[in-house]
């Protein structure tokens, strides 16, 4: 390195000298503001020009997992846009990538590795932490895993993962089970379990969707805001305007979204009563005679039989790429009038046929899709299952226009077979239940049709403090934040504080860390680590790159490579070398057959390792193939051949190889959980909380939400939204992200805002700019309020993200004691939508809201 990069690095530490109390021991501070610490030391204007490189990268702001280049200049990353070899976006972004600026250059970061000097752990207690040297956290962390391993408690371990690349395999899944337990909890179900369900359940789909939108006519949306935050945002944002021009846009919202204030038509409905319409529209649909025949099929007579509370004899219907439309119009969809669904929705029945009929007539280039927010509530896997019916219904399934899966591509994601290299402690610790009770008759957890095949993340929390199955003792955790992302988050702050010791994997500190006895500083995923990601859009399946691009400024690690690496040889040093070997004899290079000589050189041959389908010996099965690893890494981007339409036609990957409208998939998943407790899938339904009973579980149905709370004591609903520079929480600490803000439709700059319809808040003699405090049954928070036509009255909408006590002096109001704003999670109740283990954020959360 030249001495007058050393020179720079230099200077900005001095820059930020001061900082280093709150960045290393968490204490607060009123120092320079970090945009100030950045400007100087950007270079300057007459250096710039043809001086500097763009390097691929990916961003993980969010799900879209957007392929990225970003500008270097000596060292420093100034620049970041959409990686133009990119076959989904190219060169579009969202604002959450230049944030990213603002993250890895955040004085407040965790420079070196630190531990806890204050034995008490609570919200309340200061960990006083000081910083130790690697060598000294991988002693302290391996002796406790040995420790645990020698008492024959190896299953008391966890290893608890946030967001992760696809190189995570090892940390994840390998070397838990080779230290002997079970328990690798992902974050999934807090991010969007219950939306895969209806895609699974109907057509096989354990993922999610791409939309044609550049060729689509009718776009149904419930609750999704494609220009905000759905998945593949910058795609969106690209296409939206000429979707628009094409198509009809119809956005069913409690709030007026950027992408509903640009639609053709709003629908303001209630909270989690999404299914109403959506079973409405597909009742229309069939009375109407206007479902897509070419997909679905038709009556062999050529006549239509399908009147309002009228039973159909099945055989008289032939289904041509579709399971169970008849026995579903049996079961429930014969009483679903648009006249039932305005009196539960106030939808106007005209409202209701108009856009079943304009749905009709754009088919088969019709396309309804769901988020977050419309089907994470307590019964929403029939939401789920009732919105993508419709994509069934009208033939948009694998259609042109339409909705499609991923395009299948070829990556090396399953790591080499571990069992081998389980010693006889780990071989029978690892047969444990694991501690988030997935499997247990009231959680289901029905991923891809296996009774416990999925997470249910926030429930460890519980399984922590009941002591159910058992306790947690040791935990690593990495690029995860769950006592601040959870419901009732501080039933995470009450297990966490009786974890014996907890290693915290992080850029920040943040509320999770507040608990850690040693925390491990991480580089940041963009600018300074290895990983490899893919996402979808446009017809195209692409994989991409994460690689480091600048010096790094403090003594910090890779998540997923470097600290497992050296995990591994420190337990090695200390006589449990079976991960250490697994990593010599097992993960090679895909060319050289050699294990990496460092832990630098871990993550690259992970990469390697992982993408080498792409580029090594590689085929055009599915995408043309990349010149050489230089190659990929110059470009950073891999991209599928176009999908291929109706390639699922008759050989979905459901139980009849149909798109199933009764779900057999369905049945056998419920019919196998309710076997493995002896009981019958009617007590499975019972015991999970939902209203069906016999077939009708199998089916599309209405399910009535799940309140929480009085409704006289908690008159309005909250409506859990995410802000558009919302990197998950982890953008709270950039000043860019207050000061823009009002980006987000109602919001306002440098606040924490609540959005009150004006004609509930002159009721309560709120005006915009109060500070309200808004509490429910399990918590309160304190805002600012904003009176804003675009929230359904009844109904108060807040941003998800801040409310942060830690994470930062920008985050946090005074770091580690007071938040800045509320978190919505503070007053949201633990509650799971159980057939796909769903943690619920909407929907079922009363508030009261008053001036303070």
Request: hydrophobic share 35%.
């Amino acid at each position: 390195m030249s001495e007058k990069i050393d020179t720079r690095r230099r200077t900005l530490l001095k820059t930020t000298a001061a900082t280093t109390a709150l960045a290393t021991v968490g204490c607060s501070s009123s120092m320079t503001p970090v945009i100030e610490g950045i400007e100087h030391e950007l270079p300057k204007s007459d250096k710039i020009t043809g001086t500097g490189k763009w390097v691929a990268t990916t961003c993980q702001g969010c799900t879209s997992w957007c392929a990225k280049q970003t500008y270097i200049i000596e060292g420093r990353a100034v620049k970041v846009r959409g990686n133009l070899n990119s076959h989904v976006h190219g060169e579009s972004s969202c604002p959450r990538q230049h944030l990213s600026l603002q993250q890895v250059y955040d004085p407040d970061r965790v420079r070196s590795p630190l531990m806890r000097t204050n034995p008490k752990k609570g919200k309340e207690h200061d960990p006083m932490f000081k910083p130790i040297s690697w060598d000294e956290a991988f002693d302290l962390l391996a002796d406790k895993i040995i420790a645990l391993r020698n008492a024959g408690e190896a299953h008391q371990y966890a290893l608890l993962r946030g967001r992760y690349s696809h190189i995570n395999e090892f940390i994840y899944k390998h070397l838990t089970n080779m230290i002997g337990s079970p328990n690798n909890i992902s974050h999934s179900s807090i991010c969007a379990e219950a939306h895969k369900m209806g895609p699974y359940y109907q057509d096989g789909n354990w993922g999610y969707n791409q939309y044609d939108i550049e060729n689509t006519k009718f776009i149904l949306s419930f609750g999704a805001d494609p220009i905000a935050s759905n998945r593949q945002v910058s795609y969106y944002s690209k296409t939206w305007g000429s979707a628009l021009d094409n198509a009809k846009v119809v956005v069913v919202d409690p709030r007026l979204s950027i992408s509903a204030s640009k639609a053709h038509k709003c629908i303001p409905i209630e909270p989690a009563q999404d299914s109403v319409l959506a079973l409405a529209i597909a009742h229309v649909a069939l009375v109407e005679g206007i479902w897509h025949k070419p997909f679905v099929g038709d009556f062999k007579s050529g006549s239509n039989l399908f009147k309002a509370g009228q039973t159909v004899d099945p055989t008289l219907f032939e289904e041509k790429h579709t399971y169970g439309l008849v026995e579903w119009w049996n079961l429930t969809l014969k009483d679903y009038t648009p006249e039932w669904a305005e009196s539960i929705s106030q939808i106007p029945a005209q409202t209701i046929v108009q856009i079943a009929k304009d749905m009709g007539q754009a088919a088969p280039a019709v396309q309804v899709w769901t988020s977050r927010g419309a089907v994470m509530h307590t019964r929403g896997t029939y939401t789920s299952l009732a919105c993508h019916a419709l994509n069934g219904l009208f033939g948009g399934i694998d259609s042109k226009g339409g909705v499609f899966p991923a395009n299948k591509i070829a990556l090396n994601k399953k790591f080499p077979d571990s069992k081998p290299y389980l010693d006889d402690i780990a071989a029978k610790s690892i047969k444990q239940p694991k501690i988030d009770q997935r499997g247990t008759l009231a959680v289901p957890a029905l991923k891809k049709g296996k009774p416990g095949g999925g997470v249910v993340t926030s429930n460890t929390a519980n399984g922590m403090l009941s002591g159910d199955p058992y306790k947690i003792k040791v935990m690593l955790a990495y690029f995860n934040n769950f006592n601040f992302s959870s419901p009732e988050g501080q039933r995470w702050n009450d297990a966490l504080s009786e974890v014996e010791f907890m290693a915290h994997v992080t850029t920040n500190i943040s509320e999770f860390s507040w608990f850690a006895d040693i925390i491990l500083p991480a580089n940041h995923h963009m600018f300074e680590k290895w990983g490899v990601l893919d996402s979808i859009g446009n017809s195209v399946h692409q994989v991409s790159v994460q690689q480091p691009s600048i010096d790094r400024l403090w003594n910090t690690k890779d998540d997923e490579s470097e600290i497992p690496y050296l995990l591994a040889k420190k337990l090695a040093e200390k006589g449990f070398d079976k991960p250490w070997r697994y990593i010599n004899e097992q993960l090679l290079d895909p060319e050289t057959k050699q294990p990496a000589s460092n832990e630098l050189d871990f993550g690259k041959l992970l990469v390697r390792y992982v993408t080498s389908p792409l580029w090594l010996n590689a085929s055009d099965k599915y995408g043309p193939p990349m010149a050489g690893w230089d190659d990929f890494i110059d470009k950073g981007v891999w991209n599928s051949h176009p999908y291929k339409l109706g390639s699922r036609w008759g050989n979905f990957k459901t139980e009849t190889k149909q798109f199933e409208f009764y779900s057999k998939t369905l049945e056998k998943a419920l019919t196998k959980h309710a076997k493995n407790h002896h009981v019958s899938v009617d007590d499975v339904m019972q015991a999970c909380d939902y209203d069906a009973r016999g077939q009708i579980a199998f089916v599309p149905h209405y399910e009535m939400p799940y309140r929480f709370g009085d409704a006289k004591q908690y008159p309005f609903l909250l409506v859990d939204q995410k802000s558009r520079l919302n990197k998950e929480g982890r953008s709270a600490n950039t000043p860019w992200y207050y000061e823009f803000k009002d980006l987000d439709p109602g919001d306002i700059a440098q606040e924490d805002s609540a959005k009150i319809n004006p004609v509930d808040a002159e009721q309560l003699g709120i005006k915009t700019g109060d500070q309200i405090m808004v509490t429910s049954p399990v918590g309160q928070l304190t805002c600012t309020a904003v009176l804003w036509e675009g929230v359904r009255p009844g109904t108060i909408a807040k941003c998800f993200g801040q409310g942060h006590w830690a994470y930062g002096r920008n985050a946090s109001k005074i770091f580690g004691k007071a938040a800045r704003g509320g978190a919505n999670n503070d007053i949201i109740a633990d509650r799971y939508d159980r057939l796909s283990g769903a943690s619920a954020f909407y929907g079922h959360i009363r508030i009261q809201i008053a001036k303070v």
